[in-house]
């Protein structure tokens, strides 16, 4: 008989998260949703439930709260004694939208260029605060909850990490070229030296020094946050030869998040990160799913063409 698997996938109550979950426990997976909205989650997990998906439990989680993580980690160990796959989906944009349909015309995030950043004035707003937001939860919130599950993943046979990346984490987006050879040099790049990278962001986005060092000049702190997570991928790959770890970029699907902009189904975002969840066991690490084929980590020409 063929070992249960379980799963957590953070951010599941909407969205890609949702469809996941969905996806996962059609495949016989037994599926922890969660969320940081008790209702919320709890909704999404009864209509799960209702479909006929009974091998999917609901538990509260706020990445960006270490008490938090602490408590799904003892609910784990104690319901199921380990645990198998591990989705980091949540995450923010680290912008307001200030007029949707404005936004929507421009073709949302996915056709405008840095050296296009004009057409987004006034259309969206990227204050400090929201990119520190971002970058906490994004990279730094992503860190703290893999790194707490680590011991419970090396209790699988078949251990797999699967972090929702995105086309904006594509070194193309630097515009500073040594930067961007520090961050594909993943034999020589460490943990402590990416952290100094995203601090350096973090100082200069407060300070108005981006296009000055060469950072992203729109979306910046959510391309910084892919960028910085793709190297962290990289790094726990090489750090753990047993775990699976990869980034998935779903495709541009339309969302909440993307404020319906995107061009892919939920359904059809969610494929990649599944995949990735369920490779086999000689399957690849260390390496970027755009969507559901193995992609590259610094494209010569923008990643959208």
């Known amino acids: 008989m063929e070992e ?3 799963a957590i996938v953070t951010g599941g109550n909407r969205g890609i998260g949702y469809e996941i979950c969905r996806q996962l426990a059609s495949k016989g997976v037994e599926v922890i949703l ?3 909205n008790q209702d919320r989650g709890e909704e999404a997990v009864k209509k799960l439930n209702a479909s006929g998906f009974s091998n999917v439990v609901f538990h509260q989680l706020d990445i960006n709260d270490l008490s938090s993580i602490s408590c799904l980690a003892k609910f784990v160990q104690t319901h199921f004694g380990k645990l198998d796959i591990l989705i980091n989906n949540a995450g923010e944009m680290g912008v307001i939208v200030l007029h949707e349909e404005e936004f929507r015309a421009t073709g949302g995030y996915v056709h405008v260029l840095d050296e296009k950043a004009h057409l987004l004035t006034n259309v969206i707003e990227e204050p400090y605060e929201l990119g520190e937001k971002c970058l906490k939860t994004n990279y730094y919130a992503i860190k703290t909850i893999t790194e707490a599950f680590i011991p419970l993943l090396q209790l699988s046979k078949s251990p797999r990490i699967v972090n929702v990346s995105s086309l904006y984490g594509d070194l193309y987006w630097l515009h500073n070229e040594k930067l961007k050879e520090e961050l594909q040099d993943i ?3 460490t943990d402590e030296r990416l952290d100094e990278i995203v601090q350096w962001f973090l100082t200069d986005f407060k300070d108005g020094q981006l296009k000055k060092n060469g950072w992203p000049l729109t979306v910046s702190a959510y391309k910084v946050s892919k960028i910085a ?5 990289r790094l726990m790959a090489k750090q753990y030869k047993d775990i699976l770890v990869n980034c998935v970029h779903p495709g541009s699907v339309k969302t909440d998040m993307s404020s319906q902009t995107g061009s892919a189904t939920v359904e059809e ?5 599944v995949m990735a969840a369920l490779l086999p066991d000689n399957g690849p690490s260390g390496v970027y799913f755009n969507q559901t084929q193995i992609g590259i980590f610094s494209s010569k020409t923008s990643p959208f063409v």
């Open 4 to 6: 249960k698997r379980y």
């Open 34 to 36: 969660t969320s940081r």
């Open 187 to 189: 034999d020589n790049l």
């Open 229 to 233: 997570l793709n190297a962290y991928t």
């Open 269 to 273: 975002g969610a494929k990649g990160p």
